[in-house]
């Protein structure tokens, strides 16, 4: 078991390296939002395989805060985004 979460933090290691690189030189700012948004989505994996190897539950309240925070900040960019083309379509 020690081996498999060993893996999955490395994995997640290098998807975070990736991540942060996405969002420092992603070329739109929704490039950035949706790199920032896997970010999160990262983090909350992280502190669920910390949470298996310490075996407790003490990181459950916050994996509900990031989750839900991940879940705001995805509606409100793509209602953001949503809104801009509309904006656009319409002037034309």
Avoid at 22 to 30: A, E, F, K, Q, S
Avoid at 34 to 49: N, P, S, Y
Avoid at 56 to 76: A, E, N, Q
Avoid at 79 to 89: H, L, Q, V, Y
Wanted: with cysteine.
């Amino acid at each position: 078991m020690s081996i498999v979460l060993a893996i999955s933090v490395a994995m997640l290691a290098v998807a975070a390296v990736a991540t942060v690189a996405r969002m420092t030189i992603g070329p739109t700012m929704l490039d950035r939002a949706v790199a920032l948004d896997v970010f999160v989505a990262i983090a909350i994996c992280g502190l669920a395989i910390e949470a298996a190897i310490n075996r407790h539950t003490f990181t459950v309240p916050i994996l509900l805060v990031l989750t839900l925070l991940g879940f705001v900040g995805s509606v409100s960019v793509a209602r953001f985004t949503k809104g801009s083309d509309d904006i656009e379509a319409e002037r034309s």
